[in-house]
């Protein structure tokens, strides 16, 4: 036994498995003494036993959960037998598995698709939902006025076509945005012929301008156009009162062409012929001028056919000479833009003036033409009707009044002799010849003098024609057979109201012509010839009165004392009132 050699600790160690060893157990150990290591085992032996009696207390405490545990660990050996036996039944499946999974996968391969788009759709929502309300805004900022904000979407809309000209949708926007934009365009245009004014317009055009749908030629023609379609508007709804009163109308229209004509001419030099900033790219303005002119022009002969054609409705001298007037401080203040127009008036108004002359002279003496040929029994067994019964007043006609053959022997060219009186129908024809010199006064172009002296005269030659006939018809019936001179006391007078009517005739031909020539327009009736039929060549030129019949039918009743007609005394001493017509005369005056 002495000889047996004792284990050492590497050989003793040596046979433990080193998966066994605890690393800090052998730390431990090598730490130790000797005295200490011989003692370990003692020590470990009693950690030992103590250990077996604690593991066979828990064992007696504790056994029902060694029992469970055993169940269990039954049932899972139970457990993995089955398991394995289920794995592989699964592992057979498989390759039936996989196959139904291609044939699935292709089978909803389209499917699939579908459902990444409509993924990447409700992904990309809100920024599809901006583009597809691109043409929605636009209109709402059309409708709105919002001009600026419209453009800005379409040119947002040009960026995303020419980013992704290939996408539908994208397409499909702009085809939308371009009818959007049009309809904006329309509004633009229609909106120059609205009531605007300059900033508004210049807004409007400016906008057209940014569109790069017109060039400048073409929007300068559209803002004329415009503004003449608004004008042609205003026009047409006062055209109704045309018929209701000429006057009126006519002023309303020249009222309403001079502010729009004004206003059309200042926006479009303010707008189109203003020159822009120079910029070191800017081209030349095309030259806008000319259209402006032509513009102007066709309102401006608008105007005159528009005048032309009311105004022959116009027989109220003042109201002629009140449209004159409005019509010369138009065009004055229209100088300043250079257009003046005032010498294509006179033409107009001298018409209008001379047809209101001729017409008042006509209606007077077509009046006592009627008279006279009634007198004259132009219906056939009708006998002539005396003077004495209605050519003179009832209570003159024993004692006729005797006008002076004279009228200017120291009388103004506007008082008539209140003896014309006695004779009512010369002092109605007078009346009406005064009115017509009294609205002629209002409105007299000096060129008009010797046309109206000739129309004055061609009118009264007519009457004076037709009273001579009268005259000596009612002679003839009183005494057929015998000399005037030798006929009784009703012949003498009968004689004496025919001489006193004639005598009264020549009286008012020679006021009427004075009153025109030198109470109207303050010349001297010498000047236009009032000797009477070739006797001078302004005679001829101006027109006269004939008394070539008078005189003869006067020689042969013996009445030299009335001879030469065609003579007349000279003009009044002194200037006569310039522009101041005859007074009227009342024919019921006794």
Not at 115 to 132: A, F, N, P, W, Y
Request: with cysteine.
């Amino acid at each position: 036994m002495a000889t047996d050699v004792l284990p050492t600790l590497v050989d003793v160690l040596g046979d433990v498995p080193a998966s066994s060893t605890n690393p800090s157990y052998l730390s431990h150990l090598t730490s130790l003494s000797l005295p200490q290591i011989l003692q370990e085992p003692a020590t470990l032996a009693s950690e030992a036993s103590f250990l077996t009696s604690e593991l066979t207390n828990l064992c007696h405490s504790q056994y029902q959960t060694f029992l469970s545990l055993h169940t269990a660990s039954t049932a899972l050996s139970s457990s993995f037998s089955s398991f394995s036996s289920s794995l592989s039944a699964l592992v057979d499946a498989v390759p039936a598995l996989e196959s139904q999974c291609s044939t699935f996968a292709q089978e909803t391969r389209e499917l699939r698709e579908e459902r990444r788009k409509v993924t990447t759709v409700l992904e990309q929502h809100e920024k599809l939902l901006d583009i597809l309300e691109i043409p929605q805004l636009i209109d709402t900022c059309v409708k709105n006025g919002y001009y600026q904000e419209a453009l800005d979407l379409a040119n947002h809309t040009s960026s995303l076509v020419k980013r992704f000209p290939t996408i539908p949708i994208i397409r499909s926007v702009e085809v939308e945005v371009t009818n959007a934009i049009n309809q904006m365009h329309s509004q633009l245009l229609q909106l120059l012929q609205e009531p605007a004014k300059l900033p508004s317009l210049l807004k409007a055009v400016n906008f057209l301008r940014r569109m790069n749908v017109l060039d400048e030629e073409e929007l300068a023609l559209a803002f004329l156009t415009s503004r003449g379609a608004y004008m042609r508007a205003l026009f047409e709804a006062i055209e109704r009162e045309r018929t209701m009163d000429a006057a009126r109308f006519l002023k309303k229209w020249i009222e309403l062409w001079r502010e729009g004509v004004y206003d059309v001419v200042t926006q479009f030099t303010s707008i189109f012929l203003e020159p822009p900033p120079p910029t070191s790219h800017s081209s030349l303005p095309p030259d806008l001028r000319p259209f402006l002119t032509t513009f102007a022009n066709t309102l401006i002969h608008q105007l005159l056919a528009v005048i032309s054609r009311t105004i022959p409705q116009i027989t109220d001298s003042p109201a002629l000479s009140s449209l004159l007037t409005q019509l010369s401080y138009c065009s004055s203040s229209f100088a300043r833009i250079g257009l003046d127009f005032r010498a294509l008036l006179p033409p107009i108004f001298e018409k209008a003036a001379e047809d209101n002359f001729r017409k008042g002279v006509e209606d007077g003496n077509s009046a006592l033409q009627a008279s006279l040929e009634k007198a004259l029994g132009a219906k056939r067994g009708t006998q002539v009707r005396l003077p004495s019964t209605w050519m003179i007043q009832p209570d003159a006609a024993s004692d006729p009044p005797s006008l002076p053959l004279s009228t200017d022997a120291g009388t103004a060219a506007y008082v008539p002799s209140s003896m014309l009186t006695s004779y009512p129908p010369l002092a109605t024809l007078l009346n009406a010849i005064l009115t017509t010199l009294n609205s002629l006064r209002l409105l007299a172009p000096t060129s008009l003098l010797p046309s109206l002296l000739s129309l004055l005269d061609a009118s009264l030659n007519k009457t004076s024609s037709i009273l001579l006939t009268y005259l000596q018809q009612s002679l003839v019936r009183q005494r057929r057979s015998f000399d005037l001179n030798d006929s009784a006391e009703a012949d003498k007078r009968e004689k004496a109201v025919v001489l006193a009517v004639a005598r009264a005739w020549i009286y008012l031909v020679r006021f009427v012509r004075r009153g025109l020539v030198e109470g109207v327009y303050a010349r001297k009736l010498e000047e236009f010839g009032n000797k009477g039929v070739g006797r001078a060549s302004k005679a001829r030129e101006a027109g006269s009165l004939d008394w070539m019949p008078w005189e003869e039918w006067l020689k042969d009743l013996g009445e030299n004392d009335l001879l030469p007609l065609a003579e007349e005394a000279g003009p009044a001493e002194g200037e006569v009132e310039r522009g101041r017509a005859p007074d009227g005369v009342d024919s019921n005056d006794q």
